[in-house]
């Protein structure tokens, strides 16, 4: 577990301690929750009350907050309180995960793999042949690297996330647990029995950089080509891509939408949990699609709105369920 | 596999063997479906016909039963032959997963993690520093247990579970297979060029005692604080629960069902498949909600019925839903 | 990384090299995108533009091809261009699939598991006890195979798969990467504090001939007896199958779709993603069934085409969608 004294922690944030700089936290809390041994904050002053009452080994609060209470809890203060707290947020999770160090020798790495300075390679880790590994790059127990397949600089792969043979991972990506890139996409070739032919799937999947896949999330291999995640997208849990879909730069995806074959995401768009598009339509970029929609046709202008399955204008749809809940009584009216 | 003889059998189940008491079954079924060395039971007079004909070694049948016909098959007359045959499911289950004990020499255990007694650590199984796993748990292989979780005692977790570091699980709890616990919230702060930055996510995940959760669902950890599955909760399969929700005592929610963050499920609600809740909103105890329905607002009397997406009262949804069926036909008359 | 020259490759189709017959490939592409060092095609004449700029080093074309301007790339002349070419990605994708052969030494195999010829078990496999493994079957690192499964002859089950305890998976059967097959079905028994008793759940899943198994799909096993899936089934990725469901031969469902508990769906049927049915129903041979629909009752009637939640037949749906958008139009025209 992490530990820093007040002293510490103060000067990471250039701040300073009032109490004692030698008591010690191990983790971060909110305020209205935090025990002994966590450090809180408190930037807006709908909380402040808590300060008075709060467990918490440390608050930090601004330079200028003045108690009107006694205090039993150390402070550290600092020029903006809550710039201060993300800080150390983000500080707190870099040292978590720069916890994890080395080459497990009990990883199975084939010898034409190459591997880049300071990568983790965790405990039964397995990767294939010709794989490339960049610099930094964190891959954590009971992943799967296929063949050929390559991981650039800095990305991080969480447990048990499978990639398939040649598929492309880029810089600064983040890979969350059971993810599954590179699968076989769904495609089958009717045959005159009635039975089924799979259509070989030879391509890949490329994700660029800076891109978020979340846990058990699938992404299909293209049947030929690429399956394309560009750079900075974000995807949740238990998303469903495609064979040959493309995803737009910084577009943002929430758990468990799907997203039927060759289907084209837009850059900067938004789309809400549980969507489903239909494949081989088009999105514009900055759409915006509310939760557990159906997108069924393209969408070519850029920034509208969306809602409904099938899909509709977001003003349309909400002018359409102000009336649906009234059918029933519209259906009395009108029978008499 | 288990084998036992009619002998064993009746006197596990307190009841007396018509037939052949050495003779063996190794599996239980249906009585219209069972084959030779398997048990099965009669209980609803309905199934009567198939005793006669049924490949069964053996049924149990309650004390009074009076064959019409010969029999071919064994019998095992007890009390209540329902209760009876569940306490023989039961019976089998334990002694099924009692089957697995040991700690396998190829696991992975960190020096500073703590084991209880009569715990099952499987091969490939990876368990971090600072762990600590209570009495008789079991862990089955590819299983990955992140630094300073804790497992508290008679929890079985299965093959390929994922824990993230710091998690806490309780007491008899039942974790399926791919299930993800503690990846990070889908948090990001958008950035003035239109991309994403993530925000840290450095809180846990805490399942309290007797939660089941289903085969590759995810559980995403707090961003502060806790998401939290509280006592005897049952999740389904492929589940996504975002940062910071809580989901209440003894609520049932059903497969591919999705909760947005920070959202707040009541006790001893049933939640069907595939229902989407938004984010920060606060459901009632004891609601009930259909299937595929989507949950825009907080539900705040107990005891309501919702369905549809956007959901409503369930019998307004039945009202609109009889009248949408005969929107075509109003719109003819009315455009006459 | 498979490589060949384009004399390898023209014997194999059977056809003719026209240029140099040396030169060598190692990947497969679309004439539109091809790089150096790989293989196109051109049947449909609305890319023949691409042949006079593509990057290939060689494209498959008809006997008949007569190029209009001057060629960079090689020929390799054929009777039917886009037949010769499925027949390269097939053989491609069976070269790349040998090239997993052996047995581990680092895989955890029961010393009762009986494993047939030719067989490939990865590194980190888990093999339990009394398994019965086909000849050419390939089971890649991170498979957990639990005792006293069987798996028939040339079915290949990719990373990370969890097959629980007794199942049986027929032959030639694809598995994806992380699918959970056998997990315990979601039965719960009502207790009177309000509380869950869970139902054991003794019985297996099979899988028979000739069935596809999408990533991160999960199969639960019976409560008693099977969950069946029969020949030849498609089933995509992230999809849901309760316990006691059947699944009919040759029947194709799309990714994110979900049955409950003990329904039967029939042959020959195809339904779309995220679709939803309730437990307990029947849905008749050759069904086709929309994208997000919600199948609340059984459909007896052969061939019938559905859509919606709660879904209509597929004409039905269109009309009222029709007319639903005109809703507020409607509601304004009669409020005057």
Not at 51 to 57: E, P
Not at 71 to 100: G, M, P, S
Request: neutral net charge; charged residues 20%; contains cysteine.
């Amino acid at each position: 577990m992490l530990k820093f004294t007040l002293g510490q922690v103060a000067q990471m944030l250039g701040g300073t301690v009032e109490g004692n700089p030698d008591a010690e936290v191990f983790t971060i809390a909110k305020i209205q929750e935090a025990q002994a041994g966590s450090i809180a904050f408190l930037a807006n002053p709908k909380y402040e009350p808590y300060i008075y009452t709060t467990q918490a080994t440390a608050v930090i609060v601004n330079q200028d907050f003045e108690p009107k209470q006694p205090l039993q809890t150390n402070l550290i203060r600092v020029k903006d309180a809550y710039l201060a707290f993300t800080q150390l947020l983000e500080q707190y999770q870099r040292l978590r995960q720069q916890a994890q160090q080395g080459i497990a020798p009990n990883a199975h790495i084939e010898e034409s793999a190459q591997l880049g300075e300071g990568v983790y390679i965790g405990p039964f880790v397995y990767i294939g042949k010709n794989v490339r590994i960049g610099k930094q790059v964190k891959i954590y127990p009971h992943t799967f690297i296929g063949d050929n397949v390559s991981i650039d600089d800095h990305t991080v792969i969480y447990a048990g996330v499978k990639i398939y043979e040649g598929c492309v991972i880029g810089k600064h990506c983040v890979i969350h647990a059971g993810a599954v890139i590179g699968s076989e996409g769904f495609g089958f070739a009717p045959q005159e029995d009635g039975s089924y032919r799979p259509i070989p799937q030879v391509g890949i999947v490329h994700v660029e950089d800076h891109v978020r896949v979340g846990a058990n999330t699938t992404i299909d291999r293209a049947t030929l080509g690429k399956t394309l995640i560009k750079q900075g997208a974000k995807l949740d849990n238990l998303i469903q891509v495609a064979h040959n879909v493309t995803i737009g730069k910084h577009t943002v995806i929430a758990a468990q939408t799907g997203i039927a074959g060759s289907t084209e995401v837009g850059s900067y768009c938004m789309v809400g949990g549980q969507v489903g598009f239909v494949g081989h339509i088009k999105i514009a970029d900055k759409t915006i699609i509310g939760a557990q929609s159906g997108i069924l046709d393209s969408i070519t202008e850029e920034g509208t709105k969306w809602q409904g399955s099938p899909a509709m204008p977001m003003s349309q749809y909400y002018r359409v369920q102000a009336v649906l809940r009234k059918l029933p009584e519209l259906w009395r009216k009108l029978s008499k």
